[in-house]
């Protein structure tokens, strides 16, 4: 029975290296196009002929740093994911990192008009948050490795 079992786990444990690999695979080539469709944003919004002017518009830059931001977020999943094909974990710290990321993506983005001062607090509180724990993380860490 217990070599049944073995077997079982084992084969289990190998289907999910494959997925985590085809999902690696998936994750790399969306962020490869990522960036190819900012590239042509980029070089579209740039030589406009519509527009008098060579430089960007505060709304173009906005998008085109959101945009950025949403690549590195792409990076640091495909890391994750990479991470967890090598060591069959998954690590704390860089899942924190994609977290403070896409917190700071929102923040870099974010239209005071249009959310609730309360909103704003709670995200304010998020951050601290995704801070002291990214910090706690990173000590744990580096009192592991002394």
Same mark, same amino acid.
Request: net charge negative; glycine share 4%.
């Given at each position: 029975? +217990? *070599? ?5 786990? +084992?084969?289990?444990?190998?289907? *999910? ?32 002929? #519509? ?10 830059? =906005?998008?085109?740093?959101? =945009? ?7 990076? @640091?999943?495909? @890391? #994750?994911?990479?991470?967890?094909? *090598? ?5 704390? @710290? ?9 917190? +700071? ?37 580096? +009192? *592991?490795?002394?």
């Amino acid at each position: 029975m +217990s *070599k049944i079992m073995d077997k079982a786990v +084992s084969l289990i444990h190998t289907a *999910k290296n494959w997925m985590s690999f085809f999902v690696l695979v998936l994750m790399t080539i969306i962020v490869a196009i990522s960036i190819i469709e900012l590239g042509i944003t980029l070089y579209l919004d740039l030589f406009d002929p #519509t527009d008098d002017v060579l430089f960007l518009e505060i709304d173009e830059l =906005f998008r085109i740093f959101g =945009f950025f931001f949403i690549i590195l977020i792409g990076f @640091e999943l495909v @890391e #994750t994911v990479e991470m967890y094909l *090598k060591d069959n974990i998954i690590h704390a @710290e860089v899942v924190l990192l994609v977290a403070v990321i896409a917190v +700071s993506r929102k923040v870099i983005l974010l239209d005071l008009e249009k959310y609730d001062p309360l909103a704003i607090i709670g995200l304010g509180i998020i951050i601290v948050a995704l801070g002291g724990c990214y910090s706690l993380v990173k000590l744990s860490y580096r +009192s *592991k490795n002394v």
